[in-house]
């Protein structure tokens, strides 16, 4: 469905009205932080728990009927899954995910209850792109990928259409800064096409910061074969693409990373203050804006809380060890 198209503005524009009554509309919250006023994008309540129901909908949506009968295939750590697996069930698609062997327990759970099947793999010896491809072949399904496709990154923008509107009404103006969380690219790319007149910021975890280093040089730099060890599985892409990294190079945008432990303050920080529940890739974009890596934020800041679908167990582990996370300046 691809082939040589590009995302654009237009796409996203029609994805957004194509996924009236398909996703939930996310709640903007205001958030009073050093005598400014900021507003947090909650794509954690999304159905799903985060935000890839709109891109796995929107791609889901325009599949013919043989397409649909022969069914999808995904590959995910988690969050990706999930969305595939809630839009095929709600559109009577058989849906097969392949997910790392390590993958947390509460993505994985949520996958299979949705109704998908979940075939395991090694993410240290084996490439999920490979599974994935040699699946879907077999069964003459159709491959939804969870970033490097132009239908789902323009559903992926809705939610930056969902931003305009809501801060054209709250805040007196569109936002003039996006902080957004990156993994492959997906929804920052979204968010630069619909939102073209804001500074897209993307933030990843240190030593996962492929695409901000790419957006510095200019061209694609894949992630290091020495990465730490992060939390944030969410965000955790070794390489970009191409068609997210064009969207964003063109667009201006720039990107930011921020420790670990800086992401877990946040969670803690959103737990305490915006009561929302934010998993650790979910939660960099804030943890930028809160640490102050994002640089000096304009009047008009929006942040997203792109995911929610946290270890019970981390999580509150997370929240004890973080008993005042930053400070808040009303």
Known sequence: ?????KPQRAGVVAAAERLRGHVTETPLLPLAWQGRRLWIKAECLQQGGSFKLRGAMNRLLQLDDAQKAAGVVAFSSGNHAQGVALAARQLGIAATI????????????????????????????????SIGARLAEERGAVLVPSFDDVDVIEGQGSAGVEIGRQMAALADG??????????????????????????????????????????????????????????????????????????????????????????????????????????????????????????????????????????????????????APFEVAA
């Not at 099947?117 to 993410?123: A, H, L, N, P, W």
Request: glycine share 10%; aromatic share 4%; charged share 20%.
């Open 1 to 5: 469905m691809t082939g040589n198209r």
């Open 98 to 129: 392949v997910m790392p062997h390590d993958a947390p327990a509460v993505k994985r759970d949520a996958t299979l209850a949705a109704g998908a099947s979940v075939v395991g793999y090694d993410r240290l010896r084996e490439s999920r792109e």
């Open 174 to 323: 569109p936002p003039e800064m996006v902080l957004v969380c990156c993994g492959g690219g997906g929804l920052s790319a979204g968010i630069a096409l619909a939102l073209p007149d804001a500074e897209i910021v993307t933030v990843e975890p240190e030593g996962w910061d492929d695409m901000a280093q790419s957006l510095a040089s200019g061209a694609i730099v894949e992630v290091g074969k020495d990465a730490p060890p992060t939390r944030c599985d969410a965000l955790q892409t070794t390489r970009v693409s191409p068609l997210t990294f064009e969207a964003l190079r063109d667009a201006g945008a720039r990107g930011v990373a921020v420790s670990e432990g800086e992401v877990q303050a946040a969670m803690a920080f959103a737990a305490r203050h915006l009561r929302l529940v934010a998993e650790p890739g979910g939660a960099v974009a804030l943890a930028a804006a809160l640490s102050g890596r994002a640089g000096p934020l304009p009047a008009r800041t929006a942040i997203l809380v792109s995911g929610g679908n946290v270890d019970p167990a981390f999580y509150a582990e997370v929240i004890r060890a973080n008993p």
